[in-house]
C-alpha cells in the first residue's frame, strides 16, 4: 500500500484498497471494520486521534462515501484508492431499516436478536448504505434507509449507544391477496365479488408489519449498540 498524507490535526490519506480476503480475513465482509497497515496507526496516534475512531471513506471515482469498510457500498474494485479520513460523528439514537430480500423474514426465527449481534460489528452506519451478515450459513443483506440524529455525513456511531429501529417492507414483499370461492352477488364495494372471488379487505391485523410482529420487536426493546471500531 502506498499513502498520501493531507492536513495536518486531522487524518487525510488515501490507500488501495483490496477485499479483507486477501489477507485471509473474510469474516470482514460481515462487518465494518478496515484494516490499515502499521504507519496508518503510528500517525492516528500523533495526531491524538480518540477512540473509538471514526472514518470517512470516499471513492472519488463514483463520489461515493460511507463510514464502513463496505467495498459494495462504495463501488469500489479490487486495487481502487480509497480515501480515509478521521471524523467525530454523533451517537445513534434511531435508525431505520430494510432486509432486501423476504428471505430475511421467513429464514430468521428471531430478527432482534440476529440484528443486534450483526449490529455488534459495525462501530458506524450511515444512510444508503446496505450491510450484510451471515445466519446458518445464509447472506442476509439490510439497507440503512434512515438515520437520527441527523448529521451532514449522514452517518451515526453504534457505539455504546441505545438505537430505536423501525423496519420498512422487505424490498421484494407484496402484500398477499386473499381470494375465497362463492355463490353470492352484490354490488360493488369492498368484500363484493371481483373475477367470480371475494377480495377480503386488508386490516391492520393482516398488514405485513403485524405479520411479521415488527410492533412487537421494537416494543421488546431499543437495540444495544456494542459496536467497537477497527
Do not use: W
Request: proline share 7%.
Amino acid at each position: 500500500m502506498s499513502g498520501n498524507d493531507g492536513p495536518a490535526r486531522r487524518f487525510d490519506t488515501s490507500f488501495r484498497c483490496y477485499p479483507a480476503a486477501v489477507l485471509g480475513r473474510g469474516e470482514l465482509n460481515y462487518s465494518g471494520m478496515i484494516i490499515m497497515p502499521p504507519s496508518a496507526l503510528e500517525k492516528l496516534t500523533r495526531l491524538h486521534i480518540a477512540y473509538p475512531m471514526m472514518f470517512e471513506l470516499h471513492n472519488g471515482r463514483q463520489q461515493k462515501m460511507t463510514h464502513a469498510g463496505m467495498m459494495r457500498t462504495l463501488s469500489l474494485k479490487a486495487g481502487e484508492p480509497l480515501r480515509i479520513k478521521s471524523i467525530n460523528i454523533p451517537s445513534g439514537s434511531f435508525i431505520k431499516l430494510q432486509p432486501q430480500s423476504m428471505s430475511f423474514i421467513n429464514a430468521i426465527s428471531d430478527p432482534k436478536a440476529v440484528l443486534e449481534n450483526a449490529l455488534r460489528h459495525f462501530a458506524t452506519l450511515t444512510k444508503g448504505d446496505k450491510f450484510q451478515f451471515l445466519c446458518n450459513g445464509d447472506i442476509f443483506e439490510i439497507a440503512v434507509l434512515d438515520v437520527k440524529p441527523r448529521h451532514r455525513s449522514g452517518g451515526i456511531s453504534c457505539v455504546e449507544t441505545d438505537l430505536e429501529v423501525d423496519f420498512a417492507p422487505p424490498l421484494d414483499y407484496a402484500e398477499p391477496v386473499l381470494t375465497t370461492t362463492t355463490t353470492d352477488t352484490g354490488s360493488g364495494g369492498p368484500g363484493s365479488l371481483v373475477g367470480g372471488g371475494r377480495v377480503t379487505p386488508f386490516t391492520q391485523e393482516r398488514s405485513m408489519a403485524k405479520r411479521i410482529g415488527y410492533s412487537a420487536l421494537a416494543a421488546s426493546g431499543d437495540f444495544d449498540g456494542q459496536s467497537s471500531a477497527a
